[in-house]
């Protein structure tokens, strides 16, 4: 079995990662806040059910015109390997789209909805609304 390097552990690694996620959902959400939206809940989470499927959306958002917006944000260090709007895989869409129809169950009354993603590669940050759709 071959030894960890420092710095490279599974310990020091995902603490680290999950600052760089915290950091940029901070940068997003004050990005969209500044274009109107405003906050419904942040990082929802379903948990594994019996079809193993779960999920988080990262921002629940309501845009002015009432539609309900569910964010993936994904941040990358440099826009290498596709950059950060590249690593939102059809796997991630269909794991975004089960959270949010798990959301949606909530509601009395359906609103409009939209997938967006806010992609951070390095100090870029680009919004992409209606990045995909539900199938």
């Known amino acids: 079995m ?3 390097m420092p710095g ?3 310990a020091t690694s995902r ?3 999950a600052l760089v996620g915290a950091q940029a959902e901070d940068r997003a959400l004050a990005y969209l806040q500044a274009q109107g939206l405003r906050l419904v809940q942040r990082n ?3 948990a594994r059910g019996p079809s193993r499927r779960g999920g988080e959306i990262d921002l629940i958002l309501r845009a002015p015109d009432g539609t309900l917006v569910f964010v993936e944000v994904r941040a990358r ?3 290498a390997h596709g950059g950060a709007a590249a690593s939102v895989t059809p796997a991630k869409q269909r ?3 089960y959270a949010a129809q798990h959301y949606l169950l909530r509601l009395s009354r359906l609103p409009p909805c939209r997938f967006d993603v806010v992609a951070v ?3 870029q940050l680009t919004w992409l609304p209606a990045a995909f759709e539900a199938a």
Do not use: I
Request: hydrophobic fraction near 25%; glycine fraction near 14%.
């Open 44 to 46: 929802y989470r379903v």
């Open 2 to 4: 071959g030894r960890a």
């Open 121 to 123: 590669d390095g100090e």
């Open 8 to 10: 490279n552990s599974p």
């Open 95 to 97: 794991s975004l789209v």
């Open 77 to 79: 260090q440099d826009g």
């Open 15 to 17: 603490p680290a990662r």
